[in-house]
């Protein structure tokens, strides 16, 4: 499975950033989940979410409300949407394959990353 | 949520050296315990989950050893291609959470 982030690099404060993860040479349809995670130099990688093809999410409780992720399963794509954004939500963002289990996860394949600037 | 600690920040290592380098929770994570190598420009690579299971491709000379709070990753005679940024990451409990990463540099 490859999977490639895309989206705008440049989101104005108080903005949503909005980022695609497109999944390529494997299904979303199957029983892995699919996360996002992001690298700061401040935070340094922390893990924001993930979905399930059937629609399960969980997020980070750090990002309260202004996180959904989505997914299109006829595109094979999801997606991460954040509210509300500052200058602490610039980072890489990863997507990226989890093995899922009922405590938690981790990540088998990831995506390049995309940097995301918050600024104005 | 579970803090991860790494030590070093830092190290420097001769090729061909052996190293070993630290994760620590603060509470019990089993062996829940991930590792990942992370180089510039590149994507983050899993190396190990489980503790100690290597994932696909990933050469011997990588073993991970750990349970409960304290956990170790060691690479015997390290390559070129070795020096990158390791990273533990624990799922034993939402959030998952990572520790800052061990940046290994060559001597």
């Known amino acids: 499975v490859q999977l490639q982030e895309s989206g705008p690099g440049l989101v104005k404060p108080s903005g949503t950033l909005s980022l695609t993860c497109d999944v390529s040479h494997g299904s979303i349809h199957s029983s892995y989940w699919w996360s996002w995670v992001r690298h700061s130099p401040g935070m340094g990688l922390e893990w924001l979410g993930e979905i399930y093809h059937g629609g399960g999410t969980y997020y980070n409780p750090s990002l309260k409300s202004r996180i959904i992720i989505s997914r299109d399963k006829s595109k094979n794509q999801f997606y991460l949407n954040l509210t509300s954004v500052t200058a602490a939500d610039t980072a890489v963002y990863y997507c990226?394959?989890?093995?899922?289990?009922?405590?938690?996860?981790?990540?088998?394949?990831w995506g390049q990353g995309i940097l995301v600037t918050v600024s104005s | 949520e579970i803090m991860m600690t790494q030590s070093p920040v830092t190290l420097s290592v001769s090729p061909g050296e052996r190293v070993t380098l630290s994760c620590r929770a603060s509470?019990?994570?089993?062996?829940?315990l991930a590792w990942y190598q992370k180089k510039p420009g590149q994507a983050p690579r899993l190396l190990i989950d489980s503790a100690s299971t290597r994932a696909t491709d990933v050469p011997a000379r990588f073993s991970g050893s750990g349970s409960g709070t304290e956990f170790t990753l060691t690479i015997t005679s390290l390559q070129s291609e070795d020096f990158a940024v390791y990273f533990c990451?624990?799922?034993?409990?939402?959030?998952?959470?990572f520790g800052q990463g061990t940046k290994l540099e060559i001597k």
């Open positions: 990451q624990q799922y034993n409990k939402w959030p998952n959470t």
């Open positions: 990226a394959r989890s093995f899922f289990s009922i405590s938690g996860s981790f990540f088998e394949t």
């Open positions: 509470q019990s994570v089993s062996r829940k």
